[in-house]
């Protein structure tokens, strides 16, 4: 089936770094999401996104639908410790299939 | 409250024995999924509900698994005869269609299953 390959699996930065992930596929996407899930929680949307191309905020964080629809980058800006979790990409291939999830980038944050 | 709801929220059981897991959606919301996620891992699909289609079972890992969605609303999610195997956090999720192709889904607490 469809499968969604993101990157890095792992990054351990500095507080006040900026930080970028990725997510690919091999077939189109029509929706793509970002959520983060903080330890012991469910995961939360950060941003959803609909159209090949948009750029679409939420305070630090900046999400773009690449304009191949293959493609979503998260950047976060000048990161603190609370950005520490597991962020997942996700995104539905049309309208009516059921969303399919990135296995996640794992955020450190070192002292 | 006004988000997914799911419980137990932890759950300790013998192996072989049949679990439950039951999770309350939010109002309104369509669309019903359920994900297992094991320790540090990502999350693996098990079952779709969406509105009065059949259920996408695709991601059942055996037959032991099964799920229901009673009126639309409330789902169960029963594991017969547990393994160690089966441990790992069961998520829930509900989605709402705001407009054609807009989708939002938005997640439970999860209940952590330990089978011993």
């Known amino acids: 089936g469809q499968q969604l390959n993101q990157s890095p699996q792992s990054m351990f930065i500095q507080e006040g770094e900026d930080v970028s992930m990725n997510c690919t596929s091999s077939s189109i996407f029509n929706t793509w999401l970002w959520y983060k899930q903080d330890p012991g929680e469910g995961p939360v949307l950060l941003i959803a996104l609909y159209k090949a191309g948009e750029l679409t905020s939420n305070g630090r964080l900046t999400a773009q639908f690449g304009i191949t629809r293959k493609d979503s980058f998260l950047n976060i800006s000048a990161s603190i410790p609370s950005d520490v979790g597991i962020y997942f990409c996700a995104g539905r291939p049309n309208r009516d299939d059921k969303i399919i999830f990135g296995k996640g980038t794992r955020l450190h944050i070192l002292p | 409250g006004a988000g997914v709801s799911q419980s137990p929220s932890n759950k300790v059981t013998e192996k072989g024995k049949d679990v439950e897991l039951r999770c309350d959606p939010i109002s309104g919301h369509t669309a019903l999924y359920w994900y297992r996620q094991s320790l540090g891992q990502g999350l693996e699909f098990l079952i779709y509900?969406?509105?009065?289609?059949?259920?996408?079972k695709s991601g059942l890992p055996s037959d032991r698994f099964s799920a229901e969605r009673t009126g639309g609303s409330v789902s169960t999610l029963t594991i017969q005869r547990t393994q160690q195997e089966d441990s790992a956090v069961y998520l829930c999720?509900?989605?709402?269609?705001?407009?054609?192709?807009?989708?939002?889904?938005?997640f439970g607490p999860g209940t952590r299953l330990t089978v011993l």
């Open positions: 509900f969406q509105g009065n289609s059949a259920p996408d």
């Open positions: 999720a509900s989605s709402l269609v705001l407009l054609a192709g807009v989708e939002l889904e938005f």
